[in-house]
């Protein structure tokens, strides 16, 4: 089966600019995560849509960051502006249901290496 | 809101030698454990996971965990590792639908 698709997979952009990435999960999985990863660090959790509805965006700073998940399938994550911290790794994953108290298994896409300059 | 903790970031041993890598969690109610493994160039895959049973969990290339409840800990070990074992390693725990992982830990295997 194939995996979560993730692009691009390196943006270099400076400060003050927008960048936008995108997310393919797995056919049939109904949750998608969104996960920041910087340097040193694990990740993250951004932003957990399940379908077309977002469950959790408690950790998404929505001054510059948006996400959408039109259609239940794919998805955006958008930086408007980036900041110099805004510099990691922005790795999507997708598991079958992801509902509460789930034991579904995320799985990783290959992640989009952002860093501005 | 859980928080996980991973100790000794940079581990440096030779083939065959023993690994053993901590995971310590905070957090009350009901949680799954997992360990997530990343080798070079490669994405986040899963290792193992506990949900419930038998404490002790074995995953894929010979890697095994210990669940032990009353210390909120999720210990990896390997008894015998292998140059392919260079990664690095994160344990998360999901608990109230959300997975938080520790800072990992980078492992180097020398031939």
């Known amino acids: 089966e194939a995996g979560v698709a993730q692009s691009p997979r390196y943006k270099i952009i400076e400060k003050r600019q927008s960048v936008a990435f995108w997310c393919n999960p797995i056919?049939?999985?109904?949750?998608l995560y969104w996960y920041q990863q910087i340097l040193g660090q694990g990740p993250k959790l951004l932003i957990q849509?399940?379908?077309?509805?977002?469950?959790?965006d408690s950790q998404l700073p929505k001054d510059r960051f948006s996400a959408e998940r039109l259609k239940g399938v794919d998805s955006t994550l958008k930086i408007q502006p980036a900041k110099l911290e805004d510099s990691a790794v922005y790795l999507c994953?997708?598991?079958?249901?992801?509902?509460?108290?789930?034991?579904?298994?995320?799985?990783f896409g290959p992640g989009t290496r952002l860093t501005v300059l | 809101a859980q928080s996980v903790s991973q100790h000794n970031h940079h581990v440096i041993l030779s083939e065959a030698a023993s690994l053993e890598l901590g995971c310590n969690y905070s957090?009350?109610?009901?949680?799954?454990l997992f360990w997530y493994v990343q080798y070079p160039g490669q994405h986040l895959q899963l290792l193992l996971k506990?949900?419930?049973?038998?404490?002790l969990v074995k995953g894929i290339k010979g890697f095994e965990a210990e669940f032990i409840k009353s210390k909120f800990s999720f210990n990896l070990r390997k008894p015998s590792v292998q140059w392919s074992d260079t990664a690095e390693y994160f344990c998360?725990?999901?608990?109230?639908?959300?997975?938080?992982f520790g800072k990992g830990n980078q492992v180097v295997v020398i031939p």
């Open positions: 957090y009350g109610g009901t949680v799954n």
């Open positions: 056919s049939g999985h109904a949750t």
């Open positions: 998360a725990v999901n608990g109230n639908n959300r997975l938080a």
């Open positions: 849509f399940q379908n077309n509805g977002v469950v959790d």
């Open positions: 506990y949900f419930s049973g038998d404490p």
């Open positions: 994953a997708s598991s079958y249901s992801g509902t509460a108290g789930s034991t579904d298994t995320q799985y």
